[in-house]
Structures are given as structure tokens and as C-alpha cells.
């Protein structure tokens, strides 16, 4: 078993799990960190351990900081996985929103692995549409004129994605995810404090009451 343990690796048996692990390597993600975007030749693919992954997708090419968060990916999953399918990083850029860790592995070893093991394949393409699932959701959201709606669904997102570790986003970066002003993030939650939902200091999250957080994101 390994020490910091990761879902899709987990799904897998033990010796398929020796076999990828002979050549991954365990690296430390920082807040900001940009793993890949479409300028990076080299593919790499990152199977995550604590923290979570933004897949990000500018608004207008060379413009990194004007767009929308369409995924966000913890220890459940990995990113760059269409790498190893042969397909290149799209428009996606890949940015650590939460810092912890990860092991890395070259889209080559996984593809050739997948080759000779056909059944990776399928578990691999089950996971890439539960990804897709939550695309399609954070994209539907982006319509949404209720700031703080979307506010609520990005935050139970990322406590779910990072727990069980604390949640640290400013105001700033929610902004830029969701595609909104920062101003607006700033009331939203500040709506949400008030309403004894959350509390935040020094981009310190903590949220009060999940149950209602939940209910009022599904209605």
C-alpha cells in the first residue's frame, strides 16, 4: 500500500499498481503551480494525492488570467490522463489550486501500459466522463447571473476535492475561476458569512453548515 494513496491507482491490483509506480516519481504541488497548457510539448500526467487541480480554460489564447474554471480535480482522479490516449492538452491550462501532492508519470510509459493492459483502458474512459460530467456542469453555471449560487458550488467543490485538508482560496482567485469581478465574489460571501454559512480570513475557508450549502446548490 502506498503511503499517499490516490483513487484510480487504488482501482487498480496490486501488480498493476507496482507496474505504473516503477516509474512514477512523487512531487509537490504549490498553489499557482501550472502543471501543463497547450505550449507544453512534454506530456505529463499527474495522479493526485492531497490538494486539487483547476482545469482552466482562458477566455482568448495568451490570455492566462481571463477565463473559466470548468474542473476541478483532487486525490479521486489524475490529470492529463488524454495524454496517454495520444491527444495533446486541448485548451485546457492545469493550475494547483490547492497545495499537496502528486505522482507523476510520462504519458509514453501509461500509454504503452495501457497497450498491453486493454481493461486500464476502460477505467481510465469511466473516469474521463465523470470529469466531462463536471464540465458540463460548471459550464452550464457560467450562465447563471447568481454570483453567489455558483459561489456556493465552487467552495462545496473544492472541500470536497481537498479534504481532508483546510480550504485557502483568496477572493481573487474564486473570482478568476468563476469569470466574475472580484467585487462580486467579496459580496457573495461576505452575504454568506452573514448567514452563519461560512467564515473566511486571510484566504483561510471554513464552511459552517454543508447541509444547507448542499440544498441550496441543488434547488
Not at 133 to 141: N, R, S, Y
Not at 155 to 174: E, F, G, K, V
Not at 182 to 209: V, W
Request: overall charge positive; aromatic content about 8%.
Amino acid at each position: 500500500m502506498f503511503p499517499l494513496p490516490n483513487e484510480l491507482i487504488a482501482a487498480l491490483t496490486a501488480p498493476e499498481q507496482s507496474l505504473l509506480m516503477r516509474r512514477a516519481r512523487l512531487i509537490e504541488l504549490k498553489s499557482g503551480d501550472i502543471l501543463t497548457s497547450p505550449s507544453i510539448e512534454q506530456p505529463l500526467i499527474y495522479f493526485i494525492t492531497s490538494g486539487s487541480v483547476v482545469q482552466f480554460v482562458p477566455f482568448k489564447q495568451g490570455h492566462a488570467n481571463k477565463g473559466l474554471a470548468v474542473g476541478l480535480i483532487g486525490r479521486e482522479g489524475a490529470v492529463g490522463l488524454q495524454a496517454a490516449l495520444g491527444l495533446g492538452a486541448g485548451n485546457f491550462i492545469l493550475t494547483v489550486q490547492s497545495a499537496g501532492f502528486a505522482y507523476v508519470i510520462e504519458a509514453r510509459y501509461l500509454q504503452n501500459l495501457i497497450k498491453r493492459n486493454p481493461n486500464w483502458l476502460m477505467l481510465f474512459s469511466r473516469y474521463l466522463w465523470t470529469t466531462y460530467q463536471t464540465i458540463a456542469k460548471l459550464a452550464a453555471m457560467s450562465h447563471s447571473q447568481d454570483i453567489k449560487q455558483r459561489l456556493m458550488h465552487w467552495l462545496l467543490l473544492s472541500a470536497q476535492r481537498c479534504y481532508p485538508d483546510q480550504l485557502y482560496m483568496t477572493h481573487d482567485h474564486i473570482a478568476k475561476m468563476l469569470g466574475v469581478r472580484r467585487a462580486s465574489i467579496t459580496l457573495a460571501a461576505k452575504e454568506l458569512k452573514d448567514e452563519g454559512l461560512m467564515n473566511y480570513s486571510r484566504g483561510r475557508i471554513q464552511l459552517l453548515d454543508i447541509a444547507t450549502l448542499h440544498k441550496r446548490t441543488s434547488n
